[in-house]
């Protein structure tokens, strides 16, 4: 398989890190919870299994059928469109990290600004609170 496949199956299974996932197994059993690790194999981490009472569980990759997201992603791409037309040329999304990079000095992630300070800093965090609130209408 080429190296372009397996980095962009990479980046679209990591999407699925942190969010609400149904996984059914080989012997047809499935699990709910949180994604919260993944490797190659598809040997995976869950937490909070509801319905079980287990905290953490993995899952060896070898019996997963199939993974099921069931929250919707984050639209990186649609938060750094809006950011583009105040920084134009300045905003990079690096879906490997799970983040926007504005200026080379400011991260934003789905949870907020995590790195940056200052006036350009602080209109970030202003057009991120927005497109936050636009988006759970």
């Known amino acids: 398989m080429s190296t372009v496949l397996i980095r962009k199956f990479g980046e679209e299974a990591i999407q699925f890190l942190g969010k609400k996932v149904s996984v059914e197994t080989s012997d047809q059993r499935v699990y709910k919870g949180t994604l919260t690790g993944i490797d190659e194999r598809l040997d995976l981490v869950l937490n909070d299994v509801e319905g079980t009472g287990i905290l953490k569980m993995i899952i060896n990759g070898a019996y997963v059928k199939e ?5 919707k992603p984050f639209d990186f791409k649609a938060l750094s469109e809006r950011l583009s037309k105040v920084f134009p040329g300045l905003v990079r999304i690096r879906e490997d990290v799970g983040a926007i990079i504005v200026m080379d000095k400011i991260k934003v992630t789905e949870t907020g ?5 200052g006036l ?6 202003v057009i991120y609170d927005e497109f936050m609130r636009e988006n759970r209408k």
Do not use: F, P, Q
């Open 113 to 117: 600004v995590e790195e940056g300070s």
């Open 120 to 125: 350009a800093a602080d209109r970030v965090r």
């Open 67 to 71: 993974i099921k997201l069931m929250e």
